[in-house]
């Protein structure tokens, strides 16, 4: 069994397509298909379930995954510490990232470590299922390191670093009957259509776990991935919300009110997977994290 079969298996894996694989590893697509015919030969399985329209993991291929990704990083933390005594890191460096991070400037952040490394392959994606689905790829191995938004205590299995934590408010129209107090509870909120981030994302996380410990329920009314539209859905009339402050623009005509009784906070959080030996290219971002944090 070769690495490299088992590198190609694992691109066709996560790109659930021969061609994306191919332009993803910078081969014909023919060596890819004939490198997977190999691993399936030799493994006497089949591994991937084809048709025109789609490739979906057997479960023999589903079963080899996570065990081709362990044995890929034991390979790339080889390269690592004979590429550090040369002075040069190559690789792959797959980071995963929430749609609006105004903590960190990741442009500036990946730009620099480019500069730096610039034999590492940087490859950048954003969540579909919020943080909680960013936390799912890097338990996986489809990431090596991830900002995300984690309610409460990280899930086993994830080392993370706080970068910043700012406290849930409530954001009610200004002609809302509760804008006139000072601060507003769980309970006088309850009742209220509410305008959130879908299941999975941090502050939504954060704020159903508040009602539930409160024994309260409550009703959200519209799903908006980008939280920073939120206060827009707000303004309009459509519902209140309880998100972080700097999710709310400065100016807005918006009413912003503490959370009495309860505390409900917003983590913005640096990811890795602890089962897996941080490579060289993800401590060396690491390393360059909080130089380029937004006070």
């Known amino acids: 069994m070769e690495l490299r079969h088992l590198v190609y ?18 081969v014909v697509q023919s060596g890819v298909s004939a490198a997977v015919r190999g691993l399936e030969r030799e493994l006497g399985v089949q591994l991937f379930e084809r048709s025109s329209q789609r490739v979906v993991l057997t479960d023999a291929g589903t079963a080899l ?44 952040l990946l730009g620099r470590f480019h500069a730096e490394h610039p034999h590492v392959d940087l490859r950048l994606r954003t969540a579909t299922r ?12 489809e990431l090596d390191v991830a900002f995300l938004s984690l309610s409460g205590h990280p899930p086993a299995g994830l080392s993370t670093r706080t970068l910043v934590a700012e406290p849930i408010v409530a954001v009610l129209p200004a ?11 769980l309970a006088d909120l309850a009742g209220e259509p509410f305008v959130d981030s879908p299941l999975g994302y941090g502050n939504r996380t954060e704020v159903d776990r508040g009602f ?31 998100i972080p402050r700097f999710a709310v623009r400065p100016g807005s005509d918006l009413a912003l009110r503490p959370v009495a009784g309860t505390r409900l ?12 030996r ?18």
């Open 9 to 26: 298996f694992v691109s066709v894996a996560e790109e659930r397509s021969f061609t994306r694989a191919a332009e993803r590893l910078r």
């Open 65 to 108: 995954l996570p065990a081709a990704r362990a044995t890929i990083d034991a390979a790339q933390a080889a390269r690592d510490a004979v590429d550090e005594v040369r002075g040069g890191l190559r690789g792959t460096l797959r980071i995963g990232t929430l749609t609006s991070v105004g903590f960190v400037d990741l442009p500036a």
């Open 130 to 141: 919020g943080s909680a689905g960013l936390a799912d790829a890097l338990l996986d191995g």
């Open 175 to 185: 002609s809302h009957p509760l804008a006139e107090r000072e601060t507003v509870s």
């Open 212 to 242: 539930a410990a409160a024994g309260l329920q409550r009703r959200v009314a519209l799903e908006v991935a980008d939280i920073a539209t939120v206060p827009h859905y707000v303004g309009h009339g459509l519902g209140v919300a309880l």
């Open 265 to 276: 906070n917003w983590t913005f959080d640096v990811a890795t997977a602890s089962a897996r």
């Open 278 to 295: 941080p490579s060289a290219a993800v401590r060396a971002l690491l390393r360059l994290v909080d130089a380029h944090r937004r006070p």
